[in-house]
């Protein structure tokens, strides 16, 4: 159960694309499609922004994508806003109703 | 609208034990999972366990298996988060966050989330 492995931070300008990686292996990102991608701005609470690898919950916008090839997922943000400025936490069930999340990633709107 | 609501802020010396409580409104609490997520200060997020009230079953990552209990109260909606043998490195804000989205309970995403509370260890 270690944890999934995110770069520490990405940053692009606004109105450009930037995408996270999170690798696992196969016991958890790489043997089920149960991923979630979770957004937390300072001081708060994470709040869910793309499950099972690639849906939204009703409120997110399209600008937030989420993909999966063999142990690794991504998010990726198109038309980068301001208020994305955030970190962001990927998060991968690992059978037995354990779950593990991945390191965290700092993104920087220049 | 689900809502979860935490118990206050705690200090606690370092060997002795904590109890953070989690009251649900709304939803369906009992066959409902919430799970509880802590984070240390500047660090990331990482899942401790979770409860299915209904049935009591619970899950625990490996690493606070033997330290830590998850129980439910159904008649109040109310999920407990007990920590043992506290030490510095347990200085954290503890979130708790109910499951949704799964099938037979297996895979789902945590949402919403309660506001945390932080539990502050020192001598």
């Known amino acids: 159960q270690s944890a999934l492995t995110q770069p520490r931070s990405v940053s692009g300008s606004p109105g450009q694309s930037v995408t996270i990686s999170c690798t696992g292996t196969?016991?958890?990102?790489?043997?089920?499609?149960?991923v979630s991608w979770y957004q937390q701005h300072p001081g708060k609470a994470p709040k869910v922004m793309i499950y099972?690898?690639?849906k939204r919950p009703s409120g997110v916008p399209d600008r937030f994508s989420g993909s999966k090839s063999g142990n690794t997922v991504s998010l990726t943000i198109s038309g980068l806003q301001a208020e994305d400025e955030a970190d962001y936490y990927c998060c991968s069930y690992a059978g037995n109703n354990v779950y593990v999340f991945g390191t965290g990633t700092k993104v920087t709107v220049l | 609208q689900v809502q979860l609501v935490h118990s206050g802020s705690e200090v606690k010396k370092p060997g002795s034990s904590v109890r953070v409580s989690c009251k649900a409104s709304g939803g369906t609490f009992a066959t409902d999972t919430i799970n509880w997520v802590r984070q240390a200060p500047g660090q990331g997020l990482e899942w401790m366990g979770g409860?299915?009230?209904?049935?009591?079953?619970?899950n625990y990552a490996r690493k606070f298996q033997g330290r830590v209990t998850i129980t439910a109260d159904v008649s109040t909606s109310t999920v407990y988060m007990d920590l043992r043998s506290l030490r510095s490195e347990d200085t954290a804000v503890y979130y708790c966050?109910?499951?949704?989205?799964?099938?037979?309970?297996?895979?789902?995403?945590?949402?919403?989330w309660g506001q945390g509370t932080l539990v502050t260890v020192f001598s």
């Open positions: 409860i299915i009230p209904l049935f009591g079953t619970t």
């Open positions: 196969s016991s958890d990102v790489g043997g089920y499609n149960f």
């Open positions: 099972d690898v690639n």
């Open positions: 966050a109910r499951g949704v989205g799964y099938i037979n309970y297996v895979g789902g995403w945590f949402d919403p």
